[in-house]
């Protein structure tokens, strides 16, 4: 794991120690320049003190040269006889020129200052090393303090960034200690400005999970008293089966109890599908191009017995082939069958149940549309919202229900982006269509 700490660290020190390399660089060129302006100034002032007619006899010095010292100076005369050599075996050239320049040699470079004086040409040479180490010196010992200075500014940095990290540990601590069932949002007075993204995407995520544990232990409780009631049932008949005192009552109290085992099991089924449908619940399943005409043929074929024993008249008014949409087939071919069910279940014997599939336009934007048309009592506009809540059943119903079939059709219709609107049928009872956008049209 990074540690924040050691990484700020590291990288304010880099860019100190960055910054001195830059500093010491530009130190050493200024000193480098001033002690040029200074040894050129010393070259010609010493080469101006050998104008003495009686200097430069060719004689050689008594002595020895003095180590130490870093000028060598060259007397010619005008016919360019070498007068006097301050130091034998020079790697300079035999030949001077006038004015200051920089000479290769074997030995480095040289600094150089030539002039006539009177009958002679007097030159004055220094290696440019010496300058450069003279310049160095000054540098060093500028940066020197500085370059002392870096473990303390290291000592600094680390308990700085620590003190202004506090506000994060904090808020790791606050979280760490908050119980599984605490989803009040975090506090962000105390937070760092760089910090508050993060602490209104946390608190984002607590109101995301404090809504969708409200809506499981709606669900639970909602499921539970749901099932209380068919449960109650069973529990009734089985004991009226058991008291029959003869095989034709025996009979009836069978088929009502293999009934409400069917309504039972029908509720626990719905609820299962609701349940898959929530956002989270599972894995979501790979979409792909799915014809919506084929799954309307599929569920008129699946209802058709159904619909023949309730007498009702279920078919088809348009189903265009060309309209494609990419989606879960698994999940459409659960809403369309909810829709037809429920239009069935809700629709006198002797009624009219329409499937179609066209393209329409909603808001100036084209939409492939699943359309249910029953001939029912319909659903009264105040009352159109509310068919979509969980186990909601309008009063009065003679059918029997779960009151979950919009429910699991809406959360369909919500994970692949379609608009669902009930409006009056022509038929006279109620319409449900679902509308897909036109993009998500596949191969």
């Known amino acids: 794991m990074r540690s924040l700490r050691r990484t700020l660290l590291l990288s304010l020190l880099g860019a100190l120690v960055a910054v001195f390399v830059g500093a010491g660089f530009a130190t050493f060129m200024t000193a480098r320049a001033e002690i040029d302006d200074l040894m050129d ?31 060598i100076i060259q007397v010619w005369d005008n ?43 007097v030159q004055v040479a220094q290696p440019m090393a010496v300058r450069n180490r003279m310049a160095a010196d000054a540098a060093l010992r500028t940066l020197l303090p500085l370059l002392a200075a870096i473990p303390l500014f290291a000592v600094l940095i680390w ?19 908050r119980r599984p069932d605490a989803l009040q949002p975090l506090l962000a007075e105390h937070v760092p400005e760089e910090a508050q993204p993060i602490v209104h995407a946390l608190n984002q995520l607590l109101g995301r999970l404090d809504s969708t544990l409200a809506a499981q232990r709606a ?12 449960l109650a049932a069973l529990q009734i008949q089985l004991q009226l089966c058991e008291r029959a005192s003869d095989a034709q009552s025996r009979a009836a109290s ?26 989270g619940a599972t894995p979501p399943s790979p979409q792909a191009p799915v014809r919506l005409a084929e799954v309307a043929r599929q569920t008129l074929a699946d209802h058709a017995q159904l619909a023949d024993a309730r007498r009702i008249d279920l078919g ?4 265009d082939d060309e309209l494609v949409v990419h989606a879960e087939a698994a999940a459409l071919h659960t809403l ?17 149940v329409d499937v179609s599939v066209h393209r329409e336009a909603e808001d100036g934007q084209a939409r492939y549309w699943l359309t249910v048309c029953d001939s029912g009592p319909g659903i009264p ?35 692949h982006g379609a608009s669902l609107v009930l409006d009056a049928s022509p038929l006279g009872g109620l319409r449900v269509a679902v509308g897909f956008p036109a993009h998500s049209q596949g191969g």
């Open 316 to 319: 088809a008014t348009e189903l």
């Open 159 to 177: 308990y700085l960034v620590g003190r202004g990290l506090q506000p994060l540990k904090r808020l790791a601590r606050d979280v760490a200690s």
């Open 219 to 230: 669900f639970v409780a909602d499921a539970a008293h749901e099932l209380r009631t068919p």
């Open 79 to 121: 016919s360019g006889v070498q007068l006097y050599l301050s130091r034998p075996h020079s790697v300079l050239p035999a030949l001077a020129q006038l004015g200051y320049s920089v000479m290769q040699t074997p030995e480095g470079e040289w600094r150089t200052f030539a002039i006539p004086l009177r009958d002679r040409v």
């Open 381 to 415: 506009p105040e009352e159109r919202e509310r068919v979509f809540d969980r186990f909601y059943r309008r009063p009065g119903q003679a059918e029997s229900g779960t009151g979950l079939g919009l429910a699991i059709v809406r959360s369909i219709a919500e994970r």
């Open 41 to 71: 100034y010393q070259l010609r002032q010493l080469a101006l003190s050998l104008r003495d007619p009686l200097f430069g006899r060719p004689v050689a010095p008594a002595v020895a040269p003095e180590e130490s010292l870093d000028f």
């Open 254 to 279: 069978m088929m009502e109890l293999r009934a409400g085992l069917q309504r039972a099991t029908h509720m626990v089924q719905q609820l299962l599908t609701l349940a898959r449908q929530e956002p």
């Open 336 to 352: 369309a069958s909810n829709l037809v069910d429920n239009a069935i279940h809700y629709t006198p014997e002797g009624g009219q």
